[in-house]
């Protein structure tokens, strides 16, 4: 009779023994994965403890040593204009006063050309600096001296600030300004409906054109007849010369204008504001 070996596992006990492994090696595959996560956060976490500290004690440098870079104002680009904290409308008055040559050669006489406020002004102050050359040739500015407001933002009330000029008038002014889209010169005042000469020259003393208008420009030789119709300077006839005068010549240009309206040169100039 032949003899069993006692090293042979019945079904039932090998599938026992393969249920046994697999747990075996699924206990270890998690121990594994899980150390694994726990060290790469405390990695993660340490690198961003060193560099936060890193921050602050460049931070605390800083401070410490009281190190604020210095700037001329006369000389701020656009960019340094919006980190220091001045709107569009302050900065476009700084370079008006400077394209007409001027300096800035005070804290005050800043404040008095961009219309920043008190407490902007009290956090520049300290960051300013004036070159000495400025300062000598320069003439004294005088806070107290006009500083011109912007006509193409001006309201009504602001309007009627100029002799003269009362609630109908300066509703007169802000309505034909936006007919215009925006007056481009300071002359386009006279175009105005009751505003006199003398009226129009005290506008200029206390105002300016700051602000560009919004003028989208139509292109000559490809405009159509309402499209033309709808410049503030062009009748419905006037646009169909331009029409006729491009389609019999298959092409038109703005030296053209002068010869269609001779009799009208300051017409053709105001035309040209709103072609191309």
């Given at each position: 009779?032949?003899?069993?070996?006692?090293?042979?596992?019945?079904?039932?006990?090998?599938?026992?023994?393969?249920?046994?492994?697999?747990?075996?090696?699924?206990?270890?595959?998690?121990?594994?994965?899980?150390?694994?996560?726990?060290?790469?956060?405390?990695?993660?976490?340490?690198?961003f403890l060193f560099e936060q500290k890193l921050d602050s004690l460049q931070h605390l440098a800083q401070t410490k040593s009281g190190i604020r870079f210095k700037?001329?104002?006369?000389?701020?680009?656009?960019?340094?204009?919006?980190?220091?904290?001045?709107?569009?409308?302050?900065?476009?008055?700084?370079?008006?006063?400077?394209?007409?040559?001027?300096?800035?050669?005070?804290?005050?006489?800043?404040?008095?050309?961009?219309?920043?406020t008190d407490s902007l002004l009290e956090v520049l102050e300290p960051q300013f600096k004036f070159t000495e050359w400025v300062k000598k040739n320069e003439a004294?500015?005088?806070?107290?001296?006009?500083?011109?407001?912007?006509?193409?933002?001006?309201?009504?009330?602001?309007?009627?600030?100029?002799?003269?000029?009362?609630?109908?008038?300066?509703?007169?002014?802000?309505?034909?300004?936006?007919?215009?889209?925006?007056?481009?010169?300071?002359?386009?005042?006279?175009?105005?409906?009751?505003?006199?000469?003398?009226?129009?020259?005290?506008?200029?003393?206390?105002?300016?054109?700051?602000?560009?208008?919004?003028?989208?420009?139509?292109?000559?030789?490809?405009?159509?007849?309402?499209?033309?119709?709808?410049?503030?300077?062009?009748?419905?006839?006037?646009?169909?010369?331009?029409?006729?005068?491009?389609?019999?010549?298959?092409?038109?240009?703005?030296?053209?204008?002068?010869?269609?309206?001779?009799?009208?040169?300051?017409?053709?100039?105001r035309i040209k504001l709103y072609l191309y």
């Amino acid at each position: 009779m032949q003899k069993r070996s006692l090293f042979v596992l019945s079904k039932p006990q090998q599938g026992a023994v393969l249920l046994l492994l697999f747990c075996l090696i699924f206990i270890q595959c998690f121990r594994y994965f899980n150390a694994i996560s726990i060290q790469r956060p405390l990695a993660l976490s340490s690198t961003f403890l060193f560099e936060q500290k890193l921050d602050s004690l460049q931070h605390l440098a800083q401070t410490k040593s009281g190190i604020r870079f210095k700037f001329n104002p006369n000389f701020i680009t656009d960019y340094k204009a919006y980190t220091i904290g001045l709107s569009v409308e302050e900065y476009k008055r700084l370079q008006h006063f400077r394209s007409k040559g001027k300096w800035i050669n005070s804290t005050s006489a800043f404040q008095a050309v961009t219309q920043v406020t008190d407490s902007l002004l009290e956090v520049l102050e300290p960051q300013f600096k004036f070159t000495e050359w400025v300062k000598k040739n320069e003439a004294p500015f005088s806070v107290n001296s006009k500083v011109k407001k912007d006509l193409n933002t001006a309201d009504v009330q602001m309007l009627q600030s100029v002799s003269g000029i009362g609630s109908i008038l300066s509703a007169r002014i802000v309505k034909y300004r936006d007919y215009l889209g925006g007056f481009s010169e300071m002359n386009q005042c006279y175009e105005v409906f009751g505003l006199d000469s003398l009226v129009v020259q005290k506008l200029r003393e206390q105002f300016e054109i700051l602000t560009p208008p919004f003028i989208v420009k139509l292109n000559m030789n490809e405009a159509t007849l309402e499209e033309l119709q709808k410049i503030p300077y062009l009748s419905r006839s006037e646009a169909r010369k331009i029409i006729a005068y491009r389609t019999k010549n298959k092409t038109i240009s703005l030296n053209i204008l002068s010869e269609l309206f001779e009799d009208f040169p300051n017409k053709t100039e105001r035309i040209k504001l709103y072609l191309y």
